[in-house]
C-alpha cells in the first residue's frame, strides 16, 4: 500500500525566509498528489495539485511545488514566507479514488 | 454558500455513553470520507462512501460505524465511547465516480474526548 512520508514535523522560519517542505511517497506509477494547509482554527483546504503535464505546479497564496518522479518526491516550496504562512501542511497522495497523507509538518513563522 | 458542516465542534463524555457525530453537505457531492486524526500524525480514514446506501471501511480500523441514507448527511456513530476513542474526527466530501478524484473539501471537524 502506498504511503507518504514527511520528514520535517516542525519548522520555524523568520518572515521572508524561503520555505521547502518535503514529501516522499513509496511507490511510483500514476500518481496524484496533493499539498493541503489548514490555518489555525480552520479547515483544511487544497493548496496545490499535480495530476500529469508540467511537473511544477503553482498553487494558491505563491506556494509551489516540484513533482519528481525518480525521486518518488513532490517538495512544497515557497520563495519568502509571511506570518500568515503559519499552519500545518499536509502531503497526500491518490490510491484508488482515496487520500493517503502524511504526518503533517507545522511551520510556525516569526514575525 | 455550498459547504460542509460538522456538529458538535467540541464534546466531551464519559465512557460508554452512545454518541454520533453530525456531518452534512450542500454541494451535492456523492463521495463522502471520515478521517481520524491524532495531534501531530496524519489523517487516516475510517469510512468512506460513493453514494446512497453504500459505506465501506477505510484503511484504519475503526469501532465506529455510518450511514447513508441522504446524498448530504454521512454521521459516525459510536455505539459505546471509550477513552480509546479521543481523537479528532474530519469529514470530507467530493466530487467523481468510484475511481476518480476530485478535491476533497473538509470540514472543521469535531474533537472528542471520553473520560
Known amino acids: 500500500a502506498q504511503s507518504v512520508s514527511q520528514h520535517n514535523h516542525h519548522v520555524i522560519l523568520s518572515e521572508a525566509a524561503s520555505l521547502e517542505l518535503g514529501c516522499n511517497y513509496s511507490?511510483?506509477?500514476?500518481?496524484?498528489l496533493f499539498w493541503y494547509v489548514q490555518y489555525p482554527g480552520q479547515h483544511l483546504q487544497l493548496l496545490l495539485k499535480?495530476?500529469?503535464?508540467?511537473?511544477l505546479v503553482k498553487g494558491i497564496k505563491g506556494f509551489e511545488a516540484e513533482f519528481i518522479k525518480s525521486k518518488f518526491s513532490f517538495n512544497l516550496r515557497k520563495p519568502s514566507v509571511q506570518w500568515s504562512d503559519t499552519a500545518e501542511y499536509f502531503c497526500?497522495?491518490?490510491?484508488?479514488?482515496?487520500?493517503?497523507f502524511g504526518q503533517g509538518t507545522e511551520l510556525s513563522v516569526k514575525p | 454558500e455550498a459547504d460542509i458542516y460538522q456538529t458538535p465542534r467540541y464534546l466531551v463524555i464519559g465512557t460508554g455513553k452512545k454518541i454520533t457525530l453530525e456531518c452534512s453537505q450542500t454541494?451535492?457531492?456523492?463521495?463522502m470520507y471520515w478521517y481520524q486524526q491524532d495531534p501531530g500524525m496524519e489523517l487516516h480514514l475510517i469510512h468512506y462512501?460513493?453514494?446512497?446506501?453504500?459505506?465501506e471501511k477505510g484503511d484504519l480500523s475503526s469501532e465506529s460505524t455510518v450511514s447513508r441514507i441522504r446524498t448530504e448527511h454521512f454521521p459516525l456513530t459510536l455505539e459505546s465511547a471509550r477513552p480509546s476513542h479521543t481523537s479528532q474526527y474530519l469529514c470530507?466530501?467530493?466530487?467523481?465516480?468510484?475511481?476518480?478524484?476530485?478535491?476533497?473539501?473538509f470540514g472543521p471537524g469535531t474533537r472528542l474526548t471520553v473520560l
Open positions: 470530507a466530501s467530493s466530487e467523481g465516480g468510484l475511481l476518480s478524484y476530485n478535491e476533497q473539501f
Open positions: 511507490y511510483g506509477g500514476t500518481v496524484n
Open positions: 499535480y495530476f500529469s503535464g508540467d511537473p
Open positions: 497526500a497522495v491518490n490510491q484508488g479514488g482515496k487520500l493517503i
Open positions: 454541494m451535492g457531492h456523492d463521495k
Open positions: 462512501s460513493y453514494g446512497v446506501n453504500s459505506t
